[in-house]
């Protein structure tokens, strides 16, 4: 079981910064994927950005040259450091784990199998 618990969001305005934590009870053991998701107002959940137990990293397309995802083993600590922020980013955002890895899978929300509660990012213009 791994729990995981977000934190750092709140309400920015265009153009600005935020940066998101994830504290994990433990990343899982062996490969394994953490991944930042967000689901803005009456939409799905989509992947926003994962990054592998060996470093590699993915992100969409919209937030690609914005927002880096970075981890601290030692702390068990998953970041999303999001600048230029705009308000389309407004959302909840999760993070996630996903212990049983598949490469091309990392943005696909059927992939995680750990979820945290969300925090709340919202972007005014």
């Known amino acids: 079981q791994v729990r995981l618990v977000e934190s750092g969001g709140g309400s920015v305005q265009a153009g600005g910064s935020l940066r998101l934590s994830c504290a994990a009870s433990r990343f899982p053991s062996g490969r394994y994927v953490m991944g930042w998701f967000r689901r803005p107002p009456g939409k799905e959940r989509e992947g926003v950005a994962a990054?592998?137990?060996?470093?590699?990293?993915q992100y969409a397309d919209s937030v690609l040259g914005r927002f880096t995802i970075s981890k601290d083993n030692a702390k068990s600590t998953l970041y999303l450091q999001m600048n230029s922020l705009k308000p389309e980013d407004t959302a909840m955002y999760y993070c996630a784990a996903d212990p049983d890895p598949r490469p091309w899978a990392r943005l696909q929300t059927s992939s995680y199998d750990y979820w945290g509660q969300g925090t709340q990012v919202t972007v005014s213009s």
């Open positions: 990054i592998d137990s060996d470093g590699s990293t």
